[in-house]
């Protein structure tokens, strides 16, 4: 595998694959890799002849009060792991090429960005859509793989991608969990023994959300009430938001009436951890 720094050099070596007709598949992440980010590189593989992994932490997308010096790091280690995974470059740019000196251009998706993660973190998903372009504009992917987990930036990537006509196909991949169902996530590392048993809280409450929709209930407000009252026992855990929504447009729904998403984001000590689902009402979908 080579590892690939400069700017130009990753993009002449994407533009002699795609002279030759060589397919570019592509997952951009900020690293500290884990099994769900190894899964999108295997469907990137599955997809195109040769992969790329991008490993940026991206200072666009950290709010001031978010910590991003703290932001779990182990290249070392996440080299050895894509080596093992066939990749055939990793990108690991420097953030003063990224952002040059009078950097001044942003990509912003206008309304589904604007509820769940975009409330409580104003300015994260510009930063997200911005060097993601720049990223498809360095890598020249055929097809690129986001997680599911991310589920509104993953829509607001393919409304960026349809809205400038970009020339990739973007590729969705389902949460992958450890054995005990908490979303694989690099943040985590954050948690004591103790706070990972309250994080079990997030899918417990999905599962128990996708009980009652199964056992017949279809009113919002009471399956979110379920939602939140498990997520509030456990200790140390705040809630930022707990949400049904429209899995393509993400306007809020309050009777059931077809797949809905249930959307989670909650505090746990330090972490701050997202988990979601889609829920359809028996003989809806
Ligand atoms: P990150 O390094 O957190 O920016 O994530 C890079 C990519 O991996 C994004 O597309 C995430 O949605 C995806 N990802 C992170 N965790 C998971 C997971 N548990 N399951 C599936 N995809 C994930």
Redesign the pocket.
Known sequence: MRVIESISEMQQQANMWRKEGITIGF???????????L??VKKARQLSDVVVVSIFVNPTQFGPGEDIERYPRDLKRDLGLLTEYGVDITFVPYSHEMYLQGYQTYVEVKELTQPLCGRSRPGHFQGVTTVVAKLFNIVKADVA??????FQ??LAIRRMVADLNMDVEIVG?????ETDGI?????NAYLSPDERQTALRLNRSLDEARRLVEDGERNGDVILERVRSMLEKGRGLRIDYAELRHPESLQEVSLLEGPTLLALAAYVGKARLLDNRLITPPGMN
């Open positions: 997952v951009p992440t900020m690293g500290y890799l884990h099994d769900g980010h899964a999108l793989v986001f997680g599911e987990k991310d930036q993953l991949h389902p949460i992958v969990r979303a694989m996530s690099s943040r």
